[in-house]
């Protein structure tokens, strides 16, 4: 079992920055691929980004350019660094580790973007 714990989301205005951390119960990221996904209101959840045990990040074209992914081994976390945002960035943001076919998601942390 995993547990996964996210943090850092709040409210932010248009163009500002947040970082959202995740947290593992124990050390995975040597095999697990971490990603981060989003759900906003009335809409699918979607993969937003990801990282891999070995080999390249990936970004949904939404987000391309502003967010970026990166994990510290030692502290067996994870993070998504969030910079212009945008309104459309509102959502339920959720942390998940995968291993084929084993996966865990986090409870999920709030971002909202409003002036």
């Known amino acids: 079992q995993v547990q996964l714990v996210e943090s850092g989301g709040g409210l932010v205005q248009p163009g500002g920055s947040l970082t959202l951390s995740c947290a593992a119960s124990r050390d995975i990221f040597s095999i697990y691929t971490m990603g981060w996904f989003r759900q906003a209101a009335g809409k699918q959840r979607e993969l937003v980004a990801r990282?891999?045990?070995?080999?390249?990040?990936f970004y949904a074209d939404s987000v391309k350019g502003r967010f970026t992914i990166s994990k510290d081994n030692a502290k067996n976390t994870v993070y998504l660094q969030m910079n212009s945002l945008k309104p459309e960035d509102t959502a339920v943001y959720y942390c998940?580790?995968?291993?084929?076919?084993?996966?865990?998601w986090g409870q999920g942390t709030q971002v909202t973007v409003s002036s």
């Open positions: 990282i891999p045990s070995g080999g390249s990040t």
């Open positions: 998940r580790a995968t291993f084929g076919l084993s996966y865990y």
